[in-house]
């Protein structure tokens, strides 16, 4: 069974950084493409970056430039999005999804989810 | 960066109607590389249609995906009572791979 596997929640002061894993199980780990989206409280969803551990370096949206980084380990079938200089507005759910096999089209079209981590920046 | 807008941003129906939700992109999304997703409240979004009008694994053929280029459309035939959620569109031709705002189906 393909499932994503990311902590409950995690809570940080503001000017801190959060590290939130996310460990898959099923399929080939280095063929499918991850991303991690956001949804901030009753707003829409919000991709922030991805990664395909078979070419190693991640991408994210120029909005996060600076403050993102995405990672996979390999050994470990664990992805990790890291967010730094946190502030409130960073108050979200934080998804990772996986989507397809590389080389198909829909490689970065989300068919697997994670429950998500809510991530609290509060004083 | 592309921009989808997804139109009406809320729709009031009935069980056993149909709706069509509509997602449009401010450039083109060549090779109809367009998702939706559904999301529930305290739910993760799961998705429905990928590649524009393929239907995802395990999703009821009443859910059906069309367009191309800058305008699609995701219309569900029969509405069913679990079928009330909130919709999203997704580009991913492009990083970032944007979502449309979301259109809101509630029971009327």
């Known amino acids: 069974q393909e499932q994503l596997v990311q902590p409950g929640a995690e809570v940080r002061k503001p000017g801190s950084s959060v590290k939130v894993s996310c460990k898959a199980s099923?399929?080939?780990?280095?063929?499918?493409?991850f991303s991690w989206v956001r949804q901030a409280p009753g707003q829409g969803l919000e991709w922030m970056g991805g990664i395909i551990p078979y070419f190693g370096t991640g991408d994210h949206a120029q909005k996060f430039q600076g403050r993102v980084t995405i990672t996979a380990d390999k050994s470990t079938r664990t992805v990790y999005m890291e967010l730094r200089s946190l502030r409130s507005e960073d108050t979200a759910v934080y998804y990772c999804?996986?989507?397809?096999?590389?080389?198909?089209?829909?490689?970065?079209?989300?068919?697997?989810w994670g429950k998500g981590t809510t991530v609290t920046v509060s004083s | 960066d592309i921009v989808l807008t997804q139109s009406p941003g809320t729709l009031s129906l009935s069980p056993g109607e149909r709706v069509t939700l509509s997602c449009r992109a401010s450039q083109s999304v060549t090779s109809d590389y367009l998702a939706w997703y559904q999301q529930k409240p305290g739910q993760a979004p799961r998705l429905l249609i990928y590649?524009?009008?393929n239907r995802a694994t395990g999703i009821p053929d009443r859910f059906s995906g069309s367009g191309s280029g800058t305008d699609f459309t995701l219309t569900i035939y029969g509405l069913e009572p679990e079928d009330f959620a909130v919709y999203y569109c997704?580009?991913?031709?492009?990083?970032?791979?944007?979502f449309g705002q979301g259109t809101k189906l509630e029971i009327k």
């Open positions: 590649g524009a009008s």
């Open positions: 997704q580009q991913y031709i492009s990083s970032p791979r944007t």
């Open positions: 999804a996986r989507g397809g096999e590389i080389p198909a089209s829909r490689v970065w079209a989300m068919d697997v």
């Open positions: 099923g399929g080939i780990f280095s063929n499918f493409a």
